[in-house]
């Protein structure tokens, strides 16, 4: 027997009915960023590869280990997209989006990093994130915050934390370097080997290490707070006083760094306490440098991005698994005849309401096409067989209520309208 062929490791196949989650919540995504002002961008699944090496940084994890790097047919280098704020970046600089005004842009769509799969963690990802470019002031960061925060609270999940920092920017980070430096130097040979390779090159990133070893020197560590610059200061306390406006609880949480090098001033993150190892959902922050170090203008930005696996794992675990509502009318006929009558309200149903149509056309028993009915979730069955072709009148069965009804056949648009009126139509 040939062997199967399965879905590539870290990659999720997204089937029924599980699709549907997706559906509403990216319908929700939609209109929560129309009612935010911010516009949709899709960019090209795959980039030049010096997109992210300049973008995302070269110490960093994402271009050191995990890009999906390829050289095309001709012999150039691409990667597919390992997240998308550099692309954006590259987009509105190339369509001269910038020079027309601060842009408030978002996008949903799939990442790529090659990863190590645990449950929470893929190597072909979903994000939903926004980017505004042009704002300096810390409105724009408690704007996109607020974003992000809007979308946890319209679906009411509970043990959900918003974590923010500062990591200053190019005029205090050397000083803090430094500090810390200094304080991990003399100990350098207890820490894990992946700080030891990190140190010299990226020492703020120890600060978000996980590994046992490192996490006594870690808590001893000098905190930014004490290095930030006068403007610094002054930008992470006006994003606090605007958190506290806009009434969104928050900690400072010092240790939070992020793993992309784009980074000055705020950076946040909101985690939940129902993701285990995996717990952060939503991460982002500003990137005053990123815009001009990728070819444009001296120009600020701030963003975030959500990982919609993990949003709807959370969902899922505050809702339970309850079962979708029933929705829609399952055609019953049983017969060649009623089939014929059937069809044309079928076509009807589909072409003049909103009421999903089921039909099945194969012979079988009652009992079988009710079964059926149930697979596909509908609330109503309309049967028709002899008995009701000769009386005229079809069978309207609540499926939730197990009641039924007649209704008499007359032509598909006045059944159709029939349908409508019995099922309320909000089916
Ligand atoms: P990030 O922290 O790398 O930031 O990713 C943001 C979110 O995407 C994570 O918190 C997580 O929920 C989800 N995510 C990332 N990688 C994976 C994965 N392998 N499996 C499942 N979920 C994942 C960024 O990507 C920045 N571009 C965010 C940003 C936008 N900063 C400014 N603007």
């Not at 960061?141 to 992000?148: F, H, K, P, R, T």
């Not at 304080?183 to 700080?195: D, G, M, T, V």
């Amino acid at each position: 027997m040939a062997s199967k062929i399965t879905a590539p490791r870290g990659t999720q196949d997204l089937i029924p009915p599980h699709s549907a989650r997706w559906q509403e919540l990216e319908a929700k995504i939609h209109a929560l960023a129309r009612r935010f002002g911010y516009a949709e961008v899709r960019t090209p699944l795959f980039e030049a590869t010096e997109l992210f090496v300049r973008g995302v940084g070269e110490t960093t994890d994402i271009v050191e280990k995990e890009m999906y790097t390829f050289t095309d047919k001709g012999g150039r280098s691409m990667t597919l997209r390992p997240e998308w704020t550099a692309p954006v970046v590259r987009a509105a600089l190339e369509h001269q989006m910038l020079a027309r005004g601060p842009q408030r842009l978002y996008y949903v769509g799939p990442i790529f990093r090659y990863e190590r799969p645990q449950k929470g963690r893929y190597r072909q990802s979903h994000q939903f994130g926004v980017e505004c470019t042009g704002y300096r002031g810390a409105e724009a960061d408690a704007e996109v915050i607020s974003l992000g925060w809007e979308l946890i609270r319209a679906y009411g999940i509970e043990g959900v934390s918003l974590r923010i920092n500062s990591i200053g920017d190019a005029s205090c980070r050397p000083r803090y370097r430094q500090a810390l430096l200094e304080h991990f130097r003399p100990n350098i040979a207890q820490l894990s080997e992946e700080a030891q390779r990190r140190i010299e090159r990226n020492p703020l990133r120890l600060l978000d290490s996980k590994e046992e070893r490192d996490l006594r020197f870690v808590a001893s560590a000098p905190h930014f707070e004490d290095f930030l610059c006068e403007e610094c200061r002054e930008h992470f306390a006006s994003l606090r006083a605007n958190l506290d406006l806009l009434e969104i609880p928050y900690s400072i949480d010092w240790r939070i760094v992020r793993g992309l090098d784009y980074y000055t001033r705020t950076v946040f993150e909101v985690s939940s306490n129902v993701l285990g190892a995996q717990s952060t959902l939503c991460g982002g922050g500003r990137y005053d440098d990123l815009i001009a170090s990728l070819g444009g203008p001296n120009m600020p930005a701030v963003g975030f991005a959500l990982g919609i696996e993990r949003f709807l794992m959370v969902v899922e675990a505050s809702r339970g698994s309850a079962a979708a509502p029933r929705a829609g009318i399952q055609a019953i006929a049983l017969g060649a005849q009623a089939r014929a009558t059937l069809l044309p309200i079928v076509g009807e149903l589909r072409r003049a309401t909103e009421i999903p149509a089921f039909m099945d056309y194969e012979e079988r028993k009652l009992l079988a096409h009710l079964k059926i009915a149930d697979r596909n979730g509908a609330r109503f069955a309309l049967i028709v067989g002899s008995e009701e072709l000769a009386s005229g009148q079809a069978v309207l069965r609540d499926l939730e209520g197990r009641t039924d009804r007649r209704l008499p056949l007359l032509s598909p648009k006045d059944v159709a309208d029939a349908l409508v009126e019995a099922t309320g139509g909000s089916l």
